[in-house]
């Protein structure tokens, strides 16, 4: 293939294509730059497989550290493990691709996007999911693209095209929009509570700058003579179809609209019907047509059923705008909310019931150093608030062996921890890491906006002092040719028979988290506005119920929460504390039980359970980092007793000595005359020698400056 470089430009940036020059051997290669941010996207096409009835489609985003210069830790020196957000990349890549192979497909396809080099500027995930159309289509794998993705900033009233990391941490929104030519196809998104028309408004003029892409993707088919490869939908013999259409019709109806049922029940009688009519199926010849059929494909019986419930299903809501549970198109399922469901050991605790969705959410209050540490090419390298999503078999009345999470689950909760980040407190106001565990109790559709209002609730419940409350709502969509319908709150039949899977969350001021996936190969914006409007209402009503079991955040804390003390110190100073070896901070906290953490600005957390431990650590390390000047008047303690002089600690690990000549204002004969061991003793701090040498004195000490020493003395013993 020949070596192509293109240019795109937008905005005052640009993405470079270099077309032909890498990974020749696979289907289709770019490399795509965009600043000096650098992916490698290959797509390659294997034969399929026989006996699979899905796209066998594996997306992997992989982030090498040369990219940034660095060399991986651990005793291997090796990357390992993805870490999570290149699982979050992954998906990214994977949702906007995958509605765009056709259905038929069953060949095998991998896409893998390396960040080869990272200039901290310029995110790679949006220049990783174009690169997959551009490889995708170079690789001539039938495909209904090109798609696009970029990346929507706001600036105070601007919005910006692919903005920097340090742009998207200032604005109020980031915002990834991808789109295929026949419209928007994905949207991902975390806002500080903005209104809908804004991030209608960012939707559209990101898909603005998608539809310049997806024309420079053609332009360079068209410079390389490579035609786009779009097959037609094989043809498939309709008497199996034609059957189960004449037999199970008028049943799968009569099922759809007992509107009592629950989910099991109604899985029960369709499971039934399709029985019954299988043994119907087993009295014909094995020469009939149909037999023949499930013969040659064992899954063609159930494909067709499903592919009947489906098409019944669709048009009930398109021609009568009934539901299968019979709700309005726009109406919410029963909602119950609790709080303190756990005992008091946890720290917060939520529990959110929609429908048969159930999720119960847990919080757990923890020090600055329970943050964790992140090691990708990600420019922040601590994470304080985490939310982590579960979704055990027994949700759905199912048995499977328990696995590490996968990514749907990583995915899932970083959805609901993007929905709750932009009203957590701030960290030099509320300084704890705050870990949220969302367990996925029941689930009949829409499991992670459950775990949102779930989350909301463990949090208020905690103590957490968020700005306001957030909750979640999922959006579904019909659509046959024109005709549209757009379901509020889809429950998990909706869900699997729909095109659409919207989940937007937010306060009642602004959105501060969306997400849209489709099935078919886009949308218009007209639809996609009006399904961000529909959801508002469903939010709000939402939060209404929530409220109702909490409205605001708990005065008090958990008993069995850290209690922290944040202050700081001269970060030259850092050491002191730390002493030789880390003996000075050990010795602290074998003394007190306090967990102490150092930042590198000086900024030092003490937390224990016991607010007094706490107390006594600060002051020991307040003690250590404490700079005395010659004037200062203490009430100190005697500590030790030598024939010159006496010892006397100010300060919690500070001493300075009282010269023999400097206990009275006549002459002492021997320092136990004056002083005792463990006396309570009226001090000044007559001078530091140059080798900060703390000498003392008990003379020439104002009034007012003793009174205000014993003050001070006696406010400490009664806070002890």
Same mark, same amino acid.
């Given at each position: ?84 957000? *290149? ?25 893998? &996007? ?104 053609? $332009? ?54 399709? *029985? ?6 087993? %009295?014909?010849?094995? !020469? ?126 970083a959805l609901a921890e993007r ?54 709502? *999922?959006?579904g969509l019909i659509k046959e ?74 005065? $008090? ?29 050990k010795s602290i906290t074998d ?25 006594? &650590? ?13 004037? !200062? ?38 320092? %136990?005359? %004056? ?46």
């Amino acid at each position: 293939m020949q070596e192509i470089d293109k240019s795109i430009s937008f905005d005052g940036r640009d993405i470079r294509l270099k077309v032909g020059l890498f990974a020749p051997q696979a289907g289709g290669s770019v490399l795509i730059e965009s600043g000096e941010t650098a992916v490698l996207v290959t797509a390659t096409q294997s034969s399929p497989r026989e006996g699979i009835d899905f796209l066998p489609l594996l997306v992997d985003y992989e982030e090498r550290l040369y990219a940034a210069g660095r060399i991986p830790g651990g005793f291997l020196r090796r990357e390992g493990r993805p870490p999570e957000r *290149a699982t979050l990349v992954s998906r990214l890549i994977d949702r906007p691709m995958r509605p765009l192979f056709p259905s038929w497909m069953r060949d095998d396809i991998q896409i893998v &996007a390396t960040t080869v080099s990272m200039d901290h500027d310029v995110p790679p995930d949006v220049l990783a999911a174009t690169g997959a159309s551009i490889a995708t289509l170079l690789a001539q794998i039938p495909f209904y693209g090109p798609m696009a993705a970029v990346r929507v900033g706001l600036i105070g009233d601007d919005f910006i095209i692919n903005p920097t990391y340090k742009e998207i941490a200032d604005g109020d929104l980031d915002l990834i929009v991808a789109g295929s030519p026949d419209g928007v196809i994905m949207v991902e998104a975390g806002a500080n509570q903005l209104p809908e028309q804004d991030v209608i408004e960012a939707i559209d003029f990101g898909y603005e700058v998608v539809r310049d892409i997806i024309a420079a993707q053609k $332009e360079i088919l068209a410079e390389l003579g490579i035609e786009q490869v779009t097959l037609p939908t094989p043809e498939t013999d309709p008497t199996l179809a034609d059957f189960l259409a004449d037999k199970a019709t008028a049943g799968i109806k009569d099922i759809l609209k007992e509107f009592e049922l629950s989910k099991p029940e109604r899985d029960d009688k369709l499971d039934a019907l399709k *029985a019954d009519i299988k043994e119907q199926v087993a %009295e014909l010849s094995e !020469d009939d047509p149909i037999c023949v059929a499930i013969a040659e494909n064992g899954k063609a019986f159930g494909n067709a059923y499903k592919s009947l419930t489906k098409k019944l299903m669709r048009s009930q809501i398109l021609d009568e705008s009934v539901r299968v549970d019979g709700r309005k198109l726009d109406e919410v399922r029963p909602i119950s909310c609790r709080t303190q469901v756990l005992p008091n050991r946890v720290h917060g605790t939520g529990l959110f019931k929609r429908g048969l969705t159930q999720v119960m959410s847990v919080v757990t209050l923890g020090t600055p150093g329970d943050a964790q540490m992140t090691d990708d090419l990600h420019p922040d390298e601590n994470k304080r608030y985490l939310h982590h999503y579960n979704f055990p078999p027994y949700s759905v009345g199912e048995t499977r062996p328990m696995r590490s999470p996968g990514r749907r689950e990583i995915g899932h909760g970083a959805l609901a921890e993007r929905a709750l980040m932009p009203v957590l407190p701030a960290m030099d106001t509320f300084p704890y890491v705050i870990r949220v565990v969302s367990e996925v109790l029941s689930s009949n559709g829409s499991t992670s906006m459950g775990s949102v209002c779930g989350s909301t609730l463990s949090l208020m419940d905690a103590g957490v002092p968020l700005a306001k409350p957030v909750s979640g709502a *999922a959006m579904g969509l019909i659509k046959e040719g024109d005709e549209v319908r757009i379901l509020t709150d889809i429950q998990g039949i909706e869900d699997f028979l729909g095109d659409m899977d919207f989940k937007v969350a937010g306060t009642d001021t602004g959105i501060t988290a969306l997400q849209m996936d489709m099935k078919i190969t886009g949308l218009p914006m007209e639809t996609i506005a009006e399904a961000i409007n529909q959801a508002k209402p469903a939010r709000l009503h939402i939060l209404s119920k929530m409220l109702e079991a909490i409205n605001a955040p708990r005065a $008090e804390l958990s008993p069995y929460a850290p209690r922290l003390l944040t202050f700081k110190i001269d970060p030259e100073m850092i050491g002191m504390v730390i002493g030789p070896g880390g003996k000075q901070i050990k010795s602290i906290t074998d003394e007190t039980g306090a967990k102490v953490d150092i930042q590198d600005d000086g900024t030092i957390t003490v937390s224990s359970l016991d607010g007094a431990a706490a107390e006594r &650590a600060q002051a020991l390390i307040e003690g250590i980092t404490f700079k005395p000047s010659a004037g !200062d008047v203490y009430m100190g303690k005697v500590t030790r007793i030598i024939p010159i002089g006496a010892f006397v600690e100010y300060r919690p690990g500070k001493e300075g000595m009282i010269h023999i000549s400097q206990l009275a204002d006549y002459r002492v004969n021997k320092v %136990e005359d %004056e002083v005792t061991l463990g006396e309570e003793v009226l001090i000044k701090i007559r001078e530091i020698d140059n080798r900060g040498r703390v000498n003392l004195t008990r003379l020439n000490i104002h009034p007012d400056e003793a009174a205000k020493a014993r003050a001070a003395a006696a406010g400490s013993e009664d806070e002890d």
